[in-house]
């Protein structure tokens, strides 16, 4: 398995970290760089491993978990990627809950992103025929992914098995900026799938403005 860590030039205890661990590095830098998506891109362009994934600074994965992700991607060769069930953590209280994942149906994709990004694993070969993350894209990089992946070579399969977990917080993007997060997905969906669901403009004034509001109100 080889771990590379791409930091943005992080000013806080993050070297340090990445210090007591660089003898299990396969590599690692820390700079300015050109933002989320190309920083992965990047990472996974130096590696040579016939699968790939990436977990951002939020996200874990459980024991064992990525190796039954590995056996269940050899069981499965025709997929370019497989994912698993995760949970959400929940900073505010303590507590664990399950993220909507499902089973893949490109109805339902279109609907809203079955799959959360921290359960996934990716063939190689399928992420280098659709060119990796979009590093255009600030919010849905991964929701864009895969469309691309289904799109192009096929349909991920999902292992329904808990393997990662996503911390949730004030301060995760998708908290902080869900306008651009719903421009982006809307867009994601109308380029890849021809049309928008009612579900997006329906739930946009309320995840969006109502959302923002009692942010706000509480705080």
Not at 137 to 161: N, Q
Request: aromatic residues 10%; proline residues 4%; glycine residues 8%.
């Amino acid at each position: 398995m080889e771990v590379f860590v791409l930091d943005g030039g992080s000013t806080d205890e993050s070297l340090d970290i990445i210090a007591q661990w660089r003898h299990r590095l396969a590599g690692f830098r820390s700079h300015k760089d050109d933002g989320q998506a190309a920083a992965i891109n990047e990472g996974i362009e130096r590696g040579r491993g016939k699968f790939v994934c990436w977990l951002n600074s939020d996200d874990w994965f459980l024991p064992g978990s990525l190796s039954r992700l590995v056996s269940f991607a050899e069981a499965n060769p025709t997929a370019p990627m497989v994912y698993g069930q995760c949970l959400n953590y929940l900073d505010k209280i303590g507590a664990f809950s399950k993220v909507w994942v499902e089973p893949f149906n490109e109805s339902r994709l279109a609907t809203r992103c079955i799959i959360s990004q921290p359960g996934t694993l990716i063939r190689r070969s399928a992420w280098q025929l659709v060119g990796g993350l979009d590093p255009s894209l600030t919010m849905t990089m991964d929701y864009d992914l895969w469309w691309r992946l289904h799109k192009t070579v096929g349909s991920p399969v999902f292992l329904g098995e808990v393997v990662a977990v996503n911390r949730v917080h004030s301060e995760t993007k998708t908290t902080t900026q869900r306008r651009l997060h719903y421009e982006e997905a809307i867009e994601t969906v109308r380029r890849h799938h021809g049309r928008v669901p009612l579900k997006w403009w329906l739930a946009q004034p309320y995840s969006v403005w109502l959302k923002s509001l009692l942010r706000r109100l509480q705080s």
